[in-house]
């Protein structure tokens, strides 16, 4: 790279070559690396397209490209991700985000607005991860408490970060252990009001031909479900009835192709009466929300 390389020529420069390469979303990928190598914000980079980059600067760029180029995910590569309108730390110690996954917020959200007359509500995020669901729920419906659990403690570490930076640990508790298992009945919370999750949900079959990008850096604690894909549904459905109030709700992110399953599994669970999925914008299953009796 010679030296006049501008912030205009780096972007229309590397566009062109993550297209070439068929990195998804070519121009967000670029804004991503050069405003982390630039320490700005990306809309920043359409104000000073002039702006010459020194040579450190280009060679760090350089080496994220090559990284990326190499299937390593941009958003480990900057250490951080976009979810809900909000700016969570990720690295290869938790799943990164996924915009489909905004769908799960979004009906928590509504369902907890359904009952304010309750007053403060509480929700249970199992399989928390970055924490980016209890932390989207937590933010944007302030009367509600949070306990989110998750079996990894380095993913419930970046989990605390993201918590903090929100300013939420007064309204979200991390508990380290298996789905409900760390929750204590009467010290934590009697019942919750909404139960939430995004578990592993990849079969062993797909696990293998999952593009690299995922297989050989996102964390396989966090994608395995076992044989089918359904084991850790299995675990949250049959002890799920026990820590839900009555007229409370379950709502459970799903694989492309396991609507049906999930919710035979829930109509056959006690203490669940309306079961619906519902498709995300691709028009795959995404979403199953069981209301308890």
């Given at each position: 790279?010679?030296?006049?390389?501008?912030?205009?020529?780096?972007?229309?420069?590397?566009?062109?070559?993550?297209?070439?390469k068929k990195i998804d979303s070519p121009r967000l990928t670029a804004e991503m690396l050069l405003s982390f190598v630039l320490g700005?914000?990306?809309?920043?980079?359409?104000?000073?397209?002039?702006?010459?980059?020194?040579?450190?600067?280009?060679?760090?760029?350089?080496?994220?490209?090559?990284?990326?180029?190499?299937?390593?995910?941009?958003?480990?590569?900057?250490?951080?991700?976009?979810?809900?309108?909000?700016?969570?730390?990720?690295?290869?110690?938790?799943?990164i985000p996924r915009p489909e996954t905004e769908l799960l917020v979004e009906r928590a959200i509504e369902f907890l607005r359904t009952r304010t007359d309750l007053?403060?509500?509480?929700?249970?995020?199992?399989c928390t991860g970055?924490?980016?669901?209890?932390?989207?729920?937590?933010?944007?419906?302030?009367?509600?408490?949070?306990?989110a659990t998750d079996i990894s403690e380095k993913a419930l570490a970046v989990a605390a970060e993201n918590i903090a930076k929100y300013k939420l640990a007064d309204r979200v508790k991390i508990l380290e252990g298996d789905l409900f298992e760390p929750i204590i009945g009467q010290l934590?919370?009697?019942?919750?009001?909404?139960?939430?999750?995004?578990?592993?949900?990849?079969?062993?079959?797909?696990?293998?031909?999952?593009?690299?990008k995922v297989k050989n850096y996102e964390p396989a604690l966090a994608l395995d479900g076992g044989a089918d894909g359904l084991d850790i549904y299995r675990k949250i459905i049959a002890r799920a009835?026990?820590?839900?109030?009555?007229?409370?709700?379950?709502?459970?992110?799903?694989?492309?192709?396991?609507?049906?399953?999930?919710?035979?599994?829930?109509?056959?669970?006690?203490?669940?009466?309306?079961?619906?999925?519902?498709?995300?914008?691709?028009?795959n299953d995404r979403i199953v929300t069981a209301v308890g009796r």
């Amino acid at each position: 790279m010679h030296q006049n390389w501008t912030i205009q020529k780096l972007l229309d420069w590397m566009v062109g070559y993550f297209a070439e390469k068929k990195i998804d979303s070519p121009r967000l990928t670029a804004e991503m690396l050069l405003s982390f190598v630039l320490g700005t914000q990306r809309i920043e980079l359409y104000m000073h397209f002039d702006k010459v980059i020194e040579k450190p600067k280009l060679d760090k760029l350089h080496s994220l490209v090559k990284r990326c180029i190499a299937a390593e995910p941009v958003q480990y590569l900057v250490g951080s991700c976009e979810f809900y309108s909000m700016s969570f730390k990720v690295c290869p110690d938790c799943l990164i985000p996924r915009p489909e996954t905004e769908l799960l917020v979004e009906r928590a959200i509504e369902f907890l607005r359904t009952r304010t007359d309750l007053g403060s509500q509480n929700v249970c995020d199992l399989c928390t991860g970055s924490g980016c669901i209890a932390a989207a729920i937590a933010k944007n419906y302030p009367n509600c408490k949070v306990i989110a659990t998750d079996i990894s403690e380095k993913a419930l570490a970046v989990a605390a970060e993201n918590i903090a930076k929100y300013k939420l640990a007064d309204r979200v508790k991390i508990l380290e252990g298996d789905l409900f298992e760390p929750i204590i009945g009467q010290l934590d919370v009697r019942r919750f009001d909404l139960i939430v999750s995004n578990p592993p949900y990849v079969s062993r079959a797909e696990y293998e031909n999952l593009d690299a990008k995922v297989k050989n850096y996102e964390p396989a604690l966090a994608l395995d479900g076992g044989a089918d894909g359904l084991d850790i549904y299995r675990k949250i459905i049959a002890r799920a009835a026990e820590h839900l109030k009555p007229a409370g709700a379950m709502i459970l992110e799903i694989g492309y192709s396991q609507g049906e399953a999930v919710k035979k599994m829930l109509e056959d669970a006690e203490g669940f009466g309306r079961v619906t999925i519902e498709k995300d914008f691709n028009n795959n299953d995404r979403i199953v929300t069981a209301v308890g009796r």
